[in-house]
């Protein structure tokens, strides 16, 4: 496995440069290739947060409008509801039971029972409706507020990421003025930019949905002599990454030429996918005893960092996490660590939902 590791690094670095047939570029010039891709990363999730915004605002319009029918429909079921409710608390039912009590034969008494039955079930039917309008009205009032609240954190991320590109754009325009001349430069960013579009955010999606793939298959990873007990309902998984690797690998040949590597509580992988040299680093966050989700902190094309709300974007679309009722649905996670090339989870079993 270290053999594959060695031969995988040199592979990487024997790999032309994305840029060499420009040239050296300088310090001041990579930085400024850098602020460049961020802005225009920037800008490209702005433009998917503005499109959610829109989504969603579309969809609260079409709640707006089934609320308004909805008052409709309770207003017009309240009215029945209390008609019934009335009829009831004044008394206007008895004058059934009277007509049971003085039927003269069986047949009058099957019949009162009959007509009897008819008007409780209709009576009933009125108040189930009226109900059943108001429990939908409490839905659609909690889905509007859903999403209200959806709106209000796609605003703050929005205002926060067009301060960021702001920023990012000033301080590239302060070092474009510091060169003496501008063309080569200029050709170089529209270049990184248009091979990140075409062929490094395809290789990066390709990757992550392989990969999202194969985590839903990690429980075959859990077998007895992975399983360290610590006490009667408490134990620890224990996964090299080594053995992560060959799992991986076993899986899909496309993770030849990648190593994941688990250290400082963070799962890291470097390799190279369709001559695109990426690296990957994210960690697991503990979100309920039942999942660990998996958060994208850095991504890395041809060197150049892609901005946190790209990791972000890259975490909300492909899920690598982990769910521990895939291999029992007793098991709960206590404590997850990515350390010393292990992961461990500690993970208790609790039945008191069986």
């Known amino acids: 496995m270290r053999k594959r590791i060695i031969l995988l690094l040199c592979l990487i670095l024997t790999l032309p440069p994305l840029f060499a047939e420009a040239g050296e570029v300088s310090p001041l010039e990579h930085t400024i290739l850098q602020q460049h891709l961020t802005q225009l990363e920037l800008e490209r999730n702005l433009g998917i947060l503005r499109e959610e915004e829109k989504r969603i605002n579309k969809e609260l319009a079409t709640l707006e409008l089934e609320a308004k029918r909805q008052e409709l429909t309770i207003a017009s079921s309240r009215k029945h509801a209390g008609k019934v409710a009335r009829a009831y608390y004044m008394g206007k039912r008895d004058d059934l039971l009277t007509l049971l009590f003085n039927a003269k034969d069986f047949n009058q008494i099957l019949a009162s029972m009959s007509m009897m039955e008819r008007i409780f079930a209709h009576d009933m039917k009125k108040l189930e409706k009226f109900q059943g309008a108001l429990a939908r009205s409490k839905e659609i009032a909690s889905q509007k507020e859903a999403q209200l609240k959806q709106i209000r954190e796609?605003?703050?991320?929005?205002?926060?990421?067009?301060?960021?590109?702001?920023?990012?754009?000033?301080?590239?325009?302060?070092?474009?003025?510091?060169?003496?001349?501008?063309?080569?430069?200029?050709?170089?960013?529209?270049?990184?930019?248009?091979?990140w579009r075409t062929r490094g955010l395809p290789v990066f999606r390709d990757f992550f949905s392989v990969l999202a793939g194969v985590m839903q298959d990690l429980p075959e990873l859990v077998t007895s002599d992975r399983i360290q007990s610590e006490g009667l309902f408490t134990h620890k998984l224990v996964i090299t990454e080594e053995e992560f690797n060959q799992f991986l690998l076993l899986k899909n040949p496309m993770f030849q030429h990648a190593y994941f590597t688990f250290d400082d509580n963070h799962l890291e992988v470097v390799g190279n996918y369709d001559n695109v040299n990426v690296k990957i680093r994210g960690m697991y966050k503990k979100v309920s005893p039942i999942e660990l989700q998996f958060q994208i902190t850095e991504l890395i094309y041809e060197g150049f960092q892609l901005p946190l709300s790209t990791a972000e974007e890259m975490t909300k679309e492909y899920d690598l996490g982990f769910y521990p009722s895939l291999i029992n649905e007793n098991i709960r996670v206590e404590e997850v660590t990515l350390d010393n090339h292990k992961l461990e989870i500690k993970i208790k079993f609790d039945f008191s939902k069986s």
């Open 154 to 195: 796609l605003r703050i991320s929005y205002e926060n990421r067009l301060t960021e590109l702001l920023a990012v754009k000033m301080m590239k325009e302060e070092n474009l003025e510091k060169l003496p001349e501008t063309s080569t430069i200029e050709a170089l960013m529209k270049d990184l930019v248009d091979d």
